[in-house]
């Protein structure tokens, strides 16, 4: 059973920044894509950024600029870097592992906040 583990959620500052991690329990390599995805309250999950085995990024208009999301195959991790945050990235953010064959993969999620 793979596992993905959330952490670098927590409180900021409009303007501020953090970086999330996303630990998965097996080699990265094994899956077709990893990403981040974030749910606000009342509204669906959406996506923020995702990277493919490839190192091919792509990311939500609405975090471009801002965001940037890299891998790290030797740690098994893929990270989320996160500046020049707003009150409308509060949320709880979700890291996702994408496979070959099945369904995809969810960690448990890490709340973000930030505050005006």
């Known amino acids: 059973q793979v596992q993905l583990v959330e952490s670098g959620g927590g409180l900021v500052q409009a303007g501020g920044s953090l970086r999330l991690s996303c630990a998965a329990s097996?080699?990265?390599?094994?899956?077709?894509?990893m990403g981040w995805y974030r749910q606000a309250p009342g509204k669906q999950r959406e996506l923020v950024a995702r990277?493919?085995?490839?190192?091919?990024?792509n990311y939500a208009d609405s975090v471009k600029g801002r965001f940037t999301i890299s891998r790290s195959n030797a740690e098994n991790t893929v990270y989320l870097q996160m500046n020049s945050l707003k009150p409308d990235d509060t949320a709880v953010y979700y890291c996702?592992?994408?496979?070959?064959?099945?369904?995809?993969?969810w960690g448990q999620g890490t709340q973000v906040t930030v505050s005006s």
């Open positions: 996702n592992a994408r496979t070959y064959i099945g369904p995809d993969i």
């Open positions: 097996r080699s990265i390599f094994s899956f077709n894509s």
């Open positions: 990277i493919s085995s490839g190192g091919v990024t």
